[in-house]
């Protein structure tokens, strides 16, 4: 058992699968950015991408099953070639989906993608995109120089074309701290966030998630070059919350890789933590690697969730989930 495990068996808690509710696809790695707290190492220069040929394979599961949210991450999704096709696809289903992309916001000011805009609100998708700030020296600082001056414009392009105004428009920020701690209360952020972003710049957005950043990948890297990786290890551990246990992504989500890979988040992927396949562990096969096509949804929910300390993550002050606070 290990120390996370622990400490949710001497709560009481019980970390348990159900159905699940989102497909979480992490389409790559290519990004336009280089952020500081990325846990996916994302950046221009990453070749990892999903293909068609995945893109079908995955579709023509979810299309078998009632799984009504699909959200999709990286890198920056709308920079995957297919990015296109594969909403379209989703869209020709016959049953309705809500789509979620966790847009970098900036991408809709480089050359080539001057169609996301427009084409996000043919087709109703839900935005998700980082704003770890409303001053620009703090956000400039995490995701890189003029990226605030940079999202400012493509939100206001958003709102003008009905995103966070009209219903089936919804716009939605991220909060990440801009160092070792954890994120401030959600419900008060939100306040200073709205009143800010209309009075100073006339944008207006639906909801913000304040989400945890976690010691992995690039981020990791970051503590450890400033000796704080142990220090804020130790403060996740510390503040261990056992009510968020039973509202975490990991309960009612899938997450597939752009290889269609299957993880409990997109946090176990990059740790390489996946799933095997229940019907190859007895077998000689050298990749016993579970594949979401291969996925039997009426034993799912017997499957283990995989956890390790950085779990501590998601369930530190109140809690941290793709969707914000938890708890």
């Not at 299309?63 to 379209?88: N, R, S, W």
């Not at 428009?169 to 994120?183: D, E, I, Q, R, S």
């Not at 990948?217 to 400033?226: E, H």
Request: charged residues 25%; proline residues 4%; glycine residues 6%.
């Amino acid at each position: 058992m290990n120390i996370f495990d622990q400490a949710v068996a001497e709560s009481g808690e019980v970390l348990k699968r159900l159905s699940p509710e989102i497909l979480q696809i992490n389409v790559g790695k290519l990004c336009n950015l280089t952020c500081l707290h990325c846990h996916v190492n994302a950046g221009p220069k990453r070749k990892e991408i999903i293909t068609r040929e995945t893109i079908d394979k995955i579709l023509d599961w979810l299309e078998t099953t009632d799984i009504k949210t699909i959200d999709l991450t990286g890198g920056t999704p709308e920079m995957v070639p297919d990015f296109q096709y594969m909403i379209e696809r989703i869209r020709g289903f016959e049953q309705w989906r809500d789509i979620i992309t966790r847009l970098n916001a900036t991408i809709i000011n480089e050359p080539g993608y001057e169609w996301i805009p427009e084409f996000h609100k043919k087709h109703k998708i839900i935005i998700i995109a980082s704003m770890p700030c409303y001053s620009p020296d703090n956000v400039n600082e995490q995701r890189g120089e003029g990226v605030f001056d940079s999202s400012i414009k493509a939100f206001q392009q958003l709102n003008s074309l009905g995103y966070a105004q009209e219903p089936d428009l919804k716009m939605h920020f991220v909060y990440n701290p801009n160092g070792a701690f954890l994120p401030p209360s959600q419900e008060t952020l939100t306040i200073d966030y709205k009143q800010a972003m209309k009075e100073h710049f006339g944008i207006l957005f639906n909801d913000l998630y304040c989400i945890t950043n976690m010691p992995i990948a690039r981020f990791a890297s970051y503590l450890k070059r400033n000796g704080e990786l142990e220090k804020y290890y130790d403060l996740l551990v510390q503040s261990f919350n056992s009510k968020t246990v039973s509202g975490l992504m990991c309960t009612n989500t899938i997450n597939v890789s752009w290889l269609g890979e299957v993880f409990d988040c997109d946090f176990n992927q990059m740790l390489k933590l996946g799933l095997e396949n229940p019907d190859e562990l007895e077998s000689k096969a050298e990749d016993k690697s579970l594949y979401l096509w291969d996925i039997n949804l009426q034993k799912w929910t017997d499957i283990a969730i995989r956890t390790a300390k950085h779990c501590f993550g998601c369930t530190a002050g109140s809690g941290s989930s793709c969707g914000g606070e938890v708890a």
